[in-house]
DNA sequence: CGTTAAACGAGAATCAGTCTCACTAGGCGG
DNA sequence: CCGCCTAGTGAGACTGATTCTCGTTTAACG
């Protein structure tokens, strides 16, 4: 889908200009972070987008990409995606509130992403009922991927 | 609510009479845990049970707490709940389905659990949408709790 | 009781994430 | 264009949660 890619380029541009409205300066490490996270269609561990950076000749610290991760997570830029692995990812937040989800597969470890807008929502209708303010929702699904559920059994 | 503790020691005789049926033996460390963890409203991570049950006279080690979690959450008997603070939490699947999620405010770090029917079965009308089965789902609030956002602006 | 292997506790090992620090380089006045 | 100042950076030390290892304990079963 091309409106999905100029959606994450739109992502890229419009982080580092809120990177550059907060003060910050233009540092080469974080937007190779910035770029190389609004090509992805889905979350990354802070150690595959360092992997991934230095495959591509940016030799970026581990620190570094913690770094832009941190701040970008605290501009509201990116969401911090847990899927119970131990291993925290980050994924572009787009700033017209589209997002998704995660289904986890716990027979082959897949991770799927979905939308959907009914869960949407529920969840904000959820906000009125609570007495907490809602600024993010996270919800992660466990069960068989269709790969897994249709194998029979699903080994574990 | 005196059907909740029922429920509770319910829940505590089930996990151990799964134990014995999956042909584990009675260690009193797993039982320690068990019953503990039988006794919580919400859900705990592995030091503050072993801590716990340290405070109580059982000397327990933090490795057999972690393998006690671990069988219970293979069984199905326990679920793992990941707040985002780098501690995962443990809390006791009761088997009639009912369960809570959990709310995080991000100003000051309390966490509330919530229970909503109607979250509940705008997950469950979910499922039919998916291709994955949903044999466990989680679902975590980032806001502010009532007390802070009272208090204004509820700083990041 | 004695045998056997599961369960246990303590501590070592692992590993994601954070912190430190010397170094590099963007921004800016001269 | 040059040099200063500081934000940004990379390597590696550090931390703390979770897992692994290993010698000891003890439940289950005869
Ligand atoms: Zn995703
Ligand atoms: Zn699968
Ligand atoms: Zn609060
Ligand atoms: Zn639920």
Redesign the pocket.
């Known amino acids: 889908m091309a409106a999905s890619a100029t959606r994450r380029r739109d992502w890229a541009k419009g982080a580092n200009h809120a990177?550059?409205e907060?003060?910050?300066?233009?540092?080469?490490?974080?937007?190779?972070?910035v770029e190389l996270l609004s090509k992805q269609s889905c979350c990354l561990?802070?150690?595959e987008l360092c992997d991934r950076?230095g495959e591509q000749g940016?030799?970026?610290?581990?620190?570094?990409?913690?770094?832009?991760?941190?701040?970008l997570h605290g501009m509201g830029l990116v969401q911090?995606v847990?899927l119970g692995d131990?291993?925290?990812?980050f994924e572009p937040i787009q700033p017209g509130g589209e997002h998704h989800h995660h289904a986890v597969c716990d027979s082959c470890g897949r991770v799927t992403a979905f939308e959907d807008e009914r869960l949407e929502s529920a969840l904000e209708r959820l906000a009125g009922r609570l007495r907490h303010s809602i600024n993010a929702h996270e919800v992660v699904i466990h069960g068989s991927c269709g790969r897994c559920s249709s194998s029979s059994g699903a080994g574990a």
Chains 1, 2 share one sequence.
């Open positions: 990177l550059r907060a003060g910050h300066r233009a540092g080469g490490a974080r937007e190779a972070v561990s802070a150690q950076l940016s030799n970026v610290g581990l620190a570094s990409v913690y770094r832009a991760l941190d701040l911090r847990d131990g291993n925290l990812r």
